[in-house]
C-alpha cells in the first residue's frame, strides 16, 4: 500500500477519532468508557504507523483492525447516548457485530504465530468471545424478562458490554 493511500485513510480514521472525542455522553460511567475506547484506539493507530515504518506487509491488516475498532467505538457510544430501550438494543447488537469482525481480524493475524503462541493467542480470543456472548445473553435476557428495557436491564447489560471491552483490551494489548 502506498504511503499516501495510508496517511489519507488515517486521516479518514483521525477525523472519526475526533468527533468520538468531542461526543459528551453522559455521566462519568460513560466518559471512562469513551476514554477506554480512545486509549485502545490510539494503541491500534500507533500499530499501524509502526508496521508502515518496519512492517509494509502488515499495514492492511493493522488498518482493518483499526477501523473495526474504530465501529466497536462508535455503536457503543450510540447505545450509550440512547434515551430509549430499542435504540439501546439495537446500537448494543451492532456493537456486538462490530466485536466479532474484530475478533476475527485478530483470531487471523494469530494464524501466522508459532504454535505456542498462538495457542495462547487463541485461548485469549476464546476467553473474549465468551465476554462476548455473555453480552449478548444479558441483552435477550432483558427483552426476555423486562420487556420494557428497565434501567436495571441497561446496567447489566452495560456492565458486560465494559467487561467485554476490558478484555479485548487487554487481548489487544498481548498481540501488539
Same mark, same amino acid.
Request: no cysteine.
Given at each position: ?5 495510508? #496517511? ?7 477525523? +472519526? =477519532? ?5 461526543? @459528551? ?8 468508557? =469513551? ?5 485502545? &484506539? ?27 475498532? $474504530?465501529?466497536?467505538? *462508535?455503536?457503543? $457510544? ?14 448494543? !447488537?451492532? *456493537? &456486538? ?5 474484530? $475478533?476475527?481480524?485478530? @483470531? ?13 493467542? !487463541?485461548?485469549? =480470543?476464546?476467553?473474549? +468471545?465468551?465476554?462476548? =456472548?455473555?453480552?449478548? %445473553? ?10 420494557? %428495557?428497565? #434501567? ?10 465494559? *467487561?467485554?471491552? +476490558? ?10
Amino acid at each position: 500500500m502506498s504511503a499516501t493511500t495510508i #496517511e489519507d485513510q488515517l486521516a479518514d480514521v483521525r477525523r +472519526r =477519532i475526533d468527533r468520538l472525542a468531542r461526543t @459528551q455522553a453522559g455521566g462519568p460511567t460513560e466518559s471512562a468508557r =469513551i476514554q477506554r475506547h480512545l486509549d485502545a &484506539l490510539q494503541q491500534e493507530e500507533a500499530s499501524v504507523l509502526a508496521a508502515a515504518d518496519g512492517a509494509p506487509d502488515e499495514v492492511d491488516e493493522k488498518l482493518g483492525r483499526l477501523r473495526t475498532r $474504530l465501529a466497536v467505538a *462508535e455503536h457503543s $457510544l450510540v447505545a450509550d447516548v440512547s434515551d430509549d430501550w430499542a435504540s439501546f438494543a439495537a446500537a448494543v !447488537e451492532e *456493537e &456486538l457485530r462490530s466485536w466479532d469482525t474484530y $475478533l476475527e481480524r485478530l @483470531q487471523t493475524s494469530v494464524a501466522a504465530k508459532a504454535w505456542k503462541a498462538r495457542e495462547r493467542a !487463541e485461548a485469549a =480470543i476464546g476467553e473474549v +468471545r465468551s465476554r462476548r =456472548i455473555a453480552v449478548d %445473553g444479558r441483552l435477550a435476557q432483558a427483552r426476555d424478562g423486562a420487556g420494557d %428495557g428497565s #434501567e436495571d436491564a441497561r446496567k447489566r447489560v452495560t456492565a458486560a458490554r465494559d *467487561e467485554l471491552g +476490558r478484555k479485548a483490551d487487554e487481548l489487544s494489548a498481548k498481540l501488539k
